[in-house]
C-alpha cells in the first residue's frame, strides 16, 4: 500500500488488487465501531474489486434505432 499526499491536499492511496476485499471485509467486520467515512472507504475498495473483476463493455450505439444485437445475427 502506498498513501501519498498531494500538493493540493488530496490524499492519493494505491493498493493491490489482491488487498482490497481482506481491507474491506476487515472494515465491514467492525461496523458498529467504524465512522461512517471509514464504511465509504469499504464501499468504495468492494466497488473497486468488482469493476476490475468485471470485463463486459457495452458496445458503442448497441440500442441505436437499426443496430444489429448478436441473438438477431444468424
Known amino acids: ?7 493540493d491536499g488530496s490524499i492519493e492511496i494505491e493498493l493491490h488488487k489482491s488487498k482490497l476485499a481482506p481491507i474491506a471485509r476487515a472494515i465491514i467486520g467492525h461496523a458498529e465501531d467504524m465512522h461512517s467515512t471509514v ?18 463493455r457495452q458496445p ?13 445475427q444468424k
Open 1 to 7: 500500500m502506498n498513501i501519498k499526499k498531494l500538493a
Open 39 to 56: 464504511l465509504d472507504f469499504a464501499d468504495i475498495l468492494r466497488a473497486a474489486g468488482y469493476a476490475m473483476r468485471d470485463n463486459f
Open 60 to 72: 458503442p450505439h448497441a440500442w441505436d434505432a437499426g443496430a444489429r444485437h448478436p441473438s438477431m
